[in-house]
């Protein structure tokens, strides 16, 4: 019996699954069970459209459909939760299965908070990440860099540490680093993320740590709900998916990885954070770049915490309405209403037509404000800051200044006795 908390190689005994899989297929063949077994009513993923830089969400009925889907899409950098909320009615009536990277599984669980999704009719499998490719950048970076036309790729893999691509007459790898260097490589919000195994779903799957035979052929699996353990178990019994205990050498070297891969997120958030420089010079900054706003609302509407019926940017009493750029009111209101809980998925940034760093300027926010508080956004159903306030810890705060005013010490309060 598979548990919670166990840890699995597994692949498909599905031979067309395993022709198009990333690695072992262990994603899209427990998705085709789910579908057969009527665990989930349809499974939300992410699949090749045009070409390998369009990636399209796909909402799939079909068992015999999901082979499509398997494959891995570094250049998708969308967000699928919000996507539930708005077409399919936050999965109230449906049960849906969706495959979630990290940024995806925190903006579940945001929304969920703000009853904008019903989780229990969500089942999410995960996928390590380590970072996604803004598509016309990868482009961009394939032509400049590996100078080989972007058209003739036909695939592209992130493995130990180099963006790999193959094409007709070749392969190349670059590492990420001195792409990174050179201004391509991943998206800033993705250098700057820690969510690099999202155990707050049911399943996490990935590579790192399959090693030996396997490696490339099995998935890892790490089991992080009983919902997940179920699924597993019953698709092994079905004879869809086969498993054995990992490597232990692999467990090890997994561990490091991720260990390795949050360090260098933080040495990112350092260097970010210090470019946008300290006191007045940063609000000169902020306010700078974002007096180049066209108020499209794009970044209010791809959000996973903006929920709001009608947004207090929208009201002519805060935000002038017929004038461009809006009032740095818009912004400050943007600030004021996410930053306690933004998981950093970048949509804002990724989508702002004036190209205005929207996801760095919250994130630094946010950082602070976790700092301050202890809150993680994104990981439980921990309740927003400003909806739930405890008296116990609003004293606490207050005396932690060592006065009976909020004027000071509040950035350095005295220290406990
Ligand atoms: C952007 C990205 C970065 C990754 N980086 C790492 C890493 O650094 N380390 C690691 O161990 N694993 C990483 N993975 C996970 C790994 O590549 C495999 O997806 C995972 O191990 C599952 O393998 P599989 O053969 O079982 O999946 P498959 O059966 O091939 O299924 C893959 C699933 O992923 C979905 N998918 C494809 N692209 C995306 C996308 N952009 N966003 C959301 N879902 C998507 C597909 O729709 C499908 O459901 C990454 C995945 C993605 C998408
Ligand atoms: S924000 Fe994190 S989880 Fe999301 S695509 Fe980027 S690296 Fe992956
Ligand atoms: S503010 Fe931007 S980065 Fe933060 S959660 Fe919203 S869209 Fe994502
Ligand atoms: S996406 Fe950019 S231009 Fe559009 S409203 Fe947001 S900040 Fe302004």
Same mark, same amino acid.
């Given at each position: 019996?598979?548990?919670?908390?166990?840890m699995l190689y597994a692949w498909t005994n599905d031979a067309e699954i395993q022709k198009k899989a990333e690695l072992g297929g262990a994603v899209t063949s427990l998705w085709k069970h789910a579908l057969e077994s009527?665990?989930?009513?349809?499974?939300?993923?992410?699949?090749?459209? =045009?070409?390998?830089?369009?990636? =399209?969400?796909?909402?799939?009925?079909?068992?015999?459909?999901?082979?499509?889907?398997?494959?891995?899409?570094?250049c998708g950098t969308l967000l699928l939760p919000k996507l539930i909320k708005k077409y399919f009615g936050g999965a109230e009536t449906m049960k849906i299965g969706v495959t979630v990277k990290g940024c995806?599984?925190?903006?579940?669980? +945001? $929304?969920?908070?703000? =009853?904008?999704?019903?989780?229990?009719?969500?089942?999410?499998?995960?996928?390590?990440?380590?970072?996604?490719?803004?598509?016309?950048l990868a482009r961009k970076m394939i032509a400049d860099k590996y100078e080989v036309d972007p058209d003739t790729v036909h695939k592209e893999e992130i493995d130990k540490g180099?963006?790999?691509?193959?094409?007709?007459?070749?392969?190349?790898?670059?590492?990420?680093?001195?792409?990174?260097?050179?201004?391509?490589?991943?998206?800033?919000?993705c250098r700057r993320c820690k969510m690099k195994v999202p155990r707050q779903a049911d399943l996490a799957c990935g590579n790192w740590g399959v090693i030996g035979p396997r490696a490339g052929k099995a998935t890892f699996v790490e089991v992080c709900s009983e919902k997940g353990a179920n699924l597993v178990d019953s698709a092994v019994k079905k004879g869809i998916l086969a498993t054995e205990a990992p490597n232990p050498k692999g467990l090890e070297i997994r561990g490091k990885v991720e260990g390795a891969m949050i360090k260098l997120g933080e040495k990112w958030r350092g260097k970010d954070f210090t470019g946008l420089g300290e006191g007045k010079d940063r609000l000169k900054k902020i306010m700078t770049e974002t007096s180049r706003c066209i108020k499209c609302y794009s970044c209010i509407s791809a959000c996973?915490?903006?929920?709001?019926?009608?947004?207090?940017?929208?009201?002519?009493?805060?935000?002038?309405?017929?004038?461009?750029?809006?009032?740095?009111?818009?912004? $400050?209101?943007?600030?004021?209403?996410?930053?306690?809980?933004?998981?950093?998925?970048?949509?804002?940034?990724?989508?702002?037509?004036?190209?205005?760093?929207?996801? $760095?300027?919250?994130?630094?926010?946010?950082?602070?404000? +976790?700092?301050?508080?202890g809150h993680?956004?994104?990981?439980?159903?921990? $309740?927003?800051?400003?909806?739930?306030? +405890?008296?116990?810890? +609003?004293?606490a705060r207050l005396s932690n200044t060592g006065s009976d005013m909020i004027y000071e010490n509040v950035f350095n309060p005295v220290p406990k006795k």
């Open positions: 019996m598979t548990k919670k908390g166990d009527k665990t989930v009513d349809a499974v939300l993923v992410i699949s090749k459209g =045009k070409d390998l830089y369009d990636a =399209k969400p796909t909402l799939v009925t079909d068992p015999a459909q999901l082979a499509n889907t398997a494959g891995s899409l570094h995806d599984a925190m903006a579940f669980y +945001e $929304l969920a908070k703000r =009853k904008q999704i019903n989780l229990d009719n969500i089942f999410m499998i995960g996928v390590n990440c380590g970072g996604s490719v803004s598509p016309v180099q963006f790999i691509i193959e094409y007709e007459g070749g392969h190349k790898g670059i590492t990420v680093d001195e792409l990174e260097e050179h201004g391509y490589g991943r998206r800033s919000n996973p915490i903006c929920y709001c019926v009608d947004c207090t940017t929208k009201n002519p009493v805060y935000v002038k309405s017929g004038t461009v750029p809006p009032d740095f009111m818009f912004h $400050l209101i943007r600030f004021a209403h996410i930053a306690d809980s933004c998981v950093n998925c970048g949509q804002c940034q990724e989508l702002c037509p004036s190209e205005i760093p929207n996801a $760095l300027f919250m994130h630094a926010q946010q950082v602070e404000l +976790e700092k301050m508080f993680v956004p994104g990981v439980s159903m921990e $309740l927003p800051l400003h909806a739930f306030v +405890e008296e116990r810890s +609003e004293r």
